[in-house]
């Protein structure tokens, strides 16, 4: 559940305990060990792990041996809690102990009981030494990455760096995930230049604040442009992206890596949460609506063709309707793709949950419904002005829609999915052995969210 993080960690549990030699089943029921990667940002989020973990305990009045696991950000904010209030579970793992977690199912098989693996506090450790094993604690779980089983056949999530320190007075994050800590440039690109032996030819690099990655090393910083330009010259890698961007930690640098270094995508995500300074302050985001006018001002002036993706958060304490009226001209006014829209929940412990939750929630309804709208018109106006161009699409896949295709598609071929530089979604008719290769794709209808055209033949 949860961020693209979460997905990485996932696929990095799997290939370990796959290392470690379990297998994965497709039938729950069937299963010996059922474990859930969980996230704490919203409250629904959790409650939908609450209620599967109901579910596993019928299952368990069956069959006494079924482990039960919760990891990730919800183990780390409960901790010996979930323990105590659901019996059904035995492994209760944080994000920064998933590297053990053969050793735990191992343990919890062998004696029937529970065990808790929680992440140290690492705030209140020193530097140093203690820093140094934190940095060796964290990288473990990347460092013993199987490039052959990452679930795509060209694309992959690489970590630079775990953790927040900017405490965005909503967010939980930055306590369970702990503070900011970058890997060691080196590591990430020796993890590129592996994928990309394998064959992946897209790589995301994933952080919280992905652009606030900063390597110190005696006299020498690596800054998040400079890793950038590391890993874009890794041979054979076609394309480079990276997620979340905070708008506060976005150089000029950056932007000029994005227009200068050629497989560096022009595509930026990066959450805006609302329009209205009285908002943004007490969220503690620390950038004012001009700051984030001028971030697009100069994405646009600097990287050509650049695509833009927002988050908004509607209804937070004390928004009004002239603060949710800001929201809504900043999503015309930066014309995104697409922006990612969520209505505030409380999280207990976060700053954010000692204000007053007073805006109702049918106005949060409204709110949400009204942004969604405002930015399927500007998703669209986005995605019509590319009828007629021809884009460079990696091929992920059959569209999972392919069956309601109101045209069927010419024989031997199906509905395909794929991806332009920008990240846009584009569908077309293809054969289904295209997936991971690249196609030039000719753009002849758009929705608020896709592309829609048909593949020119040549396929490199
Ligand atoms: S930048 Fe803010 S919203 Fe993003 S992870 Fe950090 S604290 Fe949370």
Same mark, same amino acid.
């Not at 004696?111 to 020193?126: F, H, M, N, S």
């Not at 100069?298 to 929201?327: K, N, Y």
């Not at 995605?383 to 990696?394: A, D, K, P, Q, W």
């Not at 048909?454 to 396929?459: E, F, G, P, T, W």
């Given at each position: 559940?949860?961020?693209?993080?979460?997905?990485?960690?996932?696929?990095? +549990?799997? =290939? /370990? &305990?796959? $290392?470690? @030699?379990?297998?994965?089943?497709?039938? %729950?029921?069937?299963?010996?060990? *059922? #474990?859930?990667?969980?996230?704490?940002?919203?409250?629904?989020?959790?409650?939908? +792990?609450? =209620? /599967? &973990?109901? $579910?596993? @305990?019928?299952?368990?009045?069956?069959? %006494?041996?079924?482990?039960?696991? *919760? #990891?990730?950000?919800?183990?780390?904010?409960?901790?010996?809690?979930?323990?105590?209030?659901?019996?059904?579970?035995?492994?209760?793992?944080?994000?920064?102990?998933?590297? %053990?977690?053969?050793?735990?199912?191992?343990?919890?098989?062998?004696?029937?009981?529970?065990?808790?693996?929680?992440?140290?506090?690492?705030?209140?450790?020193?530097?140093?030494?203690?820093?140094?094993?934190?940095?060796?604690?964290?990288?473990?779980?990347?460092?013993?990455?199987?490039?052959?089983?990452?679930?795509?056949?060209?694309?992959?999530?690489?970590?630079?760096?775990?953790?927040?320190?900017?405490?965005?007075?909503?967010?939980?994050?930055?306590?369970?995930?702990?503070?900011?800590?970058?890997?060691?440039?080196?590591?990430?690109?020796?993890?590129?230049?592996?994928?990309?032996?394998?064959?992946?030819?897209?790589?995301?690099?994933?952080?919280?604040?992905?652009?606030?990655?900063?390597?110190?090393?005696?006299?020498?910083?690596?800054?998040?442009?400079?890793?950038?330009?590391?890993?874009?010259?890794?041979?054979?890698?076609?394309?480079?992206?990276?997620?979340?961007?905070?708008?506060?930690?976005?150089?000029?640098?950056?932007?000029?890596?994005?227009?200068?270094?050629?497989?560096?995508?022009?595509?930026?995500?990066?959450?805006?949460?609302?329009?209205?300074?009285?908002?943004?302050?007490?969220?503690?985001?620390?950038?004012?609506?001009?700051?984030?006018?001028?971030?697009?001002?100069?994405?646009?002036?600097?990287?050509?063709?650049?695509?833009?993706?927002?988050?908004?958060?509607?209804?937070?304490?004390?928004?009004?309707?002239?603060?949710?009226?800001?929201?809504?001209?900043?999503?015309?006014?930066?014309?995104?793709?697409?922006?990612?829209?969520?209505?505030?929940?409380?999280?207990?412990?976060?700053?954010?949950?000692?204000?007053?939750?007073?805006?109702?929630?049918?106005?949060?309804?409204?709110?949400?419904?009204?942004?969604?709208?405002?930015?399927?018109?500007?998703?669209?106006?986005?995605?019509?002005?590319?009828?007629?161009?021809?884009?460079?699409?990696?091929?992920?896949?059959?569209?999972?829609?392919?069956?309601?295709?109101?045209?069927?598609?010419?024989?031997?071929?199906?509905?395909?999915?794929?991806?332009?530089?920008?990240?846009?979604?584009?569908?077309?008719?293809?054969?289904?052995?295209?997936?991971?290769?690249?196609?030039?794709?000719?753009?002849?209808?758009?929705?608020?969210?896709?592309?829609?055209?048909?593949?020119?033949?040549?396929?490199?």
């Amino acid at each position: 559940m949860g961020c693209q993080m979460n997905r990485l960690d996932s696929e990095l +549990v799997i =290939s /370990r &305990l796959r $290392a470690a @030699g379990h297998e994965m089943t497709d039938d %729950r029921k069937s299963a010996d060990v *059922v #474990l859930f990667n969980t996230c704490s940002v919203r409250r629904h989020a959790e409650q939908k +792990v609450y =209620s /599967r &973990l109901g $579910a596993e @305990g019928q299952r368990k009045q069956h069959n %006494r041996r079924l482990i039960v696991g *919760v #990891l990730g950000c919800m183990a780390q904010r409960e901790g010996e809690q979930l323990l105590r209030n659901h019996p059904q579970v035995n492994i209760v793992c944080s994000p920064g102990q998933l590297a %053990r977690l053969a050793e735990l199912i191992e343990h919890v098989a062998g004696t029937g009981g529970a065990v808790l693996a929680l992440d140290p506090d690492r705030r209140a450790r020193g530097g140093g030494a203690e820093e140094e094993a934190d940095r060796d604690e964290f990288d473990a779980l990347d460092l013993s990455r199987d490039p052959s089983q990452s679930p795509s056949v060209a694309q992959a999530f690489v970590r630079v760096a775990r953790g927040c320190d900017k405490f965005c007075s909503y967010c939980i994050v930055p306590f369970v995930r702990g503070p900011e800590v970058s890997r060691e440039p080196s590591r990430i690109v020796q993890e590129v230049l592996r994928l990309v032996e394998a064959g992946r030819t897209e790589v995301t690099l994933l952080g919280q604040t992905v652009n606030s990655y900063r390597w110190c090393d005696g006299g020498r910083t690596v800054g998040f442009a400079g890793l950038l330009e590391q890993v874009a010259a890794v041979g054979g890698l076609r394309r480079l992206r990276f997620v979340t961007s905070h708008p506060l930690d976005f150089g000029n640098d950056v932007l000029h890596a994005m227009r200068d270094l050629p497989n560096v995508c022009p595509y930026i995500h990066c959450p805006a949460q609302s329009g209205s300074d009285a908002v943004l302050r007490r969220m503690n985001r620390k950038y004012t609506r001009a700051q984030y006018d001028d971030l697009v001002d100069r994405a646009r002036g600097t990287v050509p063709d650049v695509v833009l993706a927002g988050d908004f958060i509607v209804g937070f304490p004390g928004e009004s309707e002239e603060d949710h009226a800001a929201s809504a001209d900043l999503i015309r006014r930066s014309g995104y793709k697409n922006s990612f829209i969520f209505k505030y929940s409380p999280r207990p412990g976060t700053a954010a949950a000692r204000m007053r939750d007073d805006v109702p929630t049918e106005v949060k309804r409204w709110r949400n419904n009204d942004l969604l709208a405002v930015q399927a018109e500007v998703g669209l106006a986005h995605h019509r002005s590319y009828i007629g161009r021809t884009v460079e699409v990696l091929v992920e896949g059959p569209s999972p829609r392919a069956a309601k295709q109101p045209t069927p598609a010419p024989p031997g071929q199906t509905q395909m999915l794929g991806r332009t530089r920008g990240d846009h979604i584009v569908v077309f008719d293809g054969e289904p052995n295209l997936a991971g290769h690249y196609v030039d794709v000719r753009i002849a209808d758009a929705s608020a969210l896709t592309l829609m055209g048909s593949i020119n033949l040549d396929v490199s």
